[in-house]
């Protein structure tokens, strides 16, 4: 009786010890979620979004040219480079893939972006939760381009099927405005749940508001 006593004795130090490590672990995950939920985005979430929503939206519907001018500017890198490999004696790059966004795809990312900024964008952060993005249209996109509130509605509709979106809600990325401002096509970006234009007294809205 007395050895079944010190059994029971130890197995309740043992669930109570097991029982303060999840709780301890729990609270260790909760501490990162709202760590992560108050994290700015970073710029380059930012530039994927507008990039796959440009790749994805060129179409004759928008008047958005943009993957066939920017397949064009890949394949006149890919010339240069290949030209300088064999100047250098060196073996020229690999044929890309013919499916230009499975190329895309299979690509390095970074490579991919520096040549979007380069090319194609103009990009400003104006606080921790919003930016701007311009995209440089060219003279025929400006002659088809459908109004700019379809593009933001297009953008509210679509980010959330796109390429871009990993379906991290505490990571999602809204539009609230497109406007034509010269030769470029200008998108007003924030991080969803974060920032507003009628914030409330928090500075913050739910994730449960179907405003987007």
Not at 184 to 210: R, V
Request: glycine letters at 4%.
């Amino acid at each position: 009786m007395v050895k079944r006593k010190k059994e029971d004795s130890i197995f309740k130090k043992a669930m109570i010890i097991g029982s303060d490590y999840l709780k301890r672990k729990e609270n260790e995950m909760l501490n990162k979620q709202k760590a992560l939920a108050e994290q700015p985005l970073y710029d380059y979430e930012y530039l994927l979004a507008i990039f796959w929503f440009l790749i994805e939206e060129s179409t004759e519907l928008t008047g958005i040219d943009f993957l066939n001018r920017f397949e064009n500017i890949c394949d006149k890198e890919i010339l240069l480079t290949n030209q300088k490999l064999r100047a250098e004696g060196k073996p020229p790059l690999s044929q890309r893939h013919p499916d230009f966004i499975t190329a895309i795809e299979r690509s390095n990312l970074v490579y991919i972006m520096e040549l979007f900024k380069r090319h194609f964008i103009k990009f400003e952060r104006l606080a921790p939760y919003d930016c701007t993005i311009r995209y440089k249209i060219s003279g025929e996109e400006k002659l088809n381009l459908v109004p700019p509130q379809e593009m933001t509605l297009a953008f509210q509709e679509n980010y959330i099927q796109s390429r871009a979106y990993n379906g991290d809600s505490l990571r999602r990325i809204a539009c609230d405005e497109v406007k034509l401002n010269g030769v470029y096509l200008e998108f007003h970006l924030f991080h969803y749940g974060k920032w507003n234009p009628h914030q409330n007294s928090k500075g913050e809205i739910s994730l449960e508001d179907d405003t987007f």
